[in-house]
């Protein structure tokens, strides 16, 4: 009996996994030229942005403690046309990063591109920008930035991180 018992609960409980929607999306890209790249002279770092009063961004709409981050690219072969594709699952319904501390919060950190336009990560397909200069033969940057974005009222004082990966496209 205890077998039988334990039988159908492992039997109920791998319906019920296999009974969920769930997928894996991957997402690559071939190309004849790649080229180094990096954001500030790093692979990966924190942006700190500047401590800002909470009534900077008492309203909805509302910005405020911008921070410009350069991504550098290098040793690109000889017609390279790279841009850089941003992504993050943790974005907002409005394409912006989603505080991990506080996921709640009405505030919430805005990607810019370099023409300081918001960027929009929509979920599944990210942001790609066009707005690397070349700067020489094989080379190009691009000055980007974030900055809070209240997408409601109701901004409270606290912590606030967020996260993106970035990668070079050729398309």
């Not at 909805?60 to 403690?65: L, P, W, Y």
């Not at 017609?79 to 912006?96: D, E, I, L, M």
């Not at 505080?99 to 990210?126: C, E, H, I, Y």
């Not at 990966?165 to 398309?171: F, K, P, S, V």
């Amino acid at each position: 009996m205890k077998k039988s018992l334990l039988a159908t609960a492992i039997a109920l409980s791998v319906a019920s996994v296999a009974a969920q929607a769930t997928s894996i999306g991957f997402i690559g890209e071939l190309t004849n030229s790649t080229c180094t790249v990096d954001v500030n002279g790093a692979q990966d770092l924190i942006i700190i942005l500047p401590t800002t009063p909470v009534t900077q961004l008492a309203t909805q709409g509302s910005s405020a403690g911008k921070k410009d981050f350069t991504v550098n690219v290098k040793n690109c072969e000889t017609g390279a046309t790279p841009k850089v594709r941003f992504v993050s699952a943790y974005v907002s319904a409005q394409g912006n990063l989603v505080d991990f501390l506080r996921p709640t919060n009405p505030v919430k950190l805005q990607l810019l591109n370099t023409d300081s336009s918001a960027m929009s990560l929509a979920v599944g397909t990210g942001a790609i920008s066009n707005g690397l200069s070349a700067t020489g033969t094989g080379t190009f940057a691009g000055t980007y930035g974030v900055r809070y974005y209240a997408e409601a009222a109701g901004a409270s004082a606290g912590a606030i991180f967020g996260n993106v990966q970035y990668a070079l496209t050729y398309l």
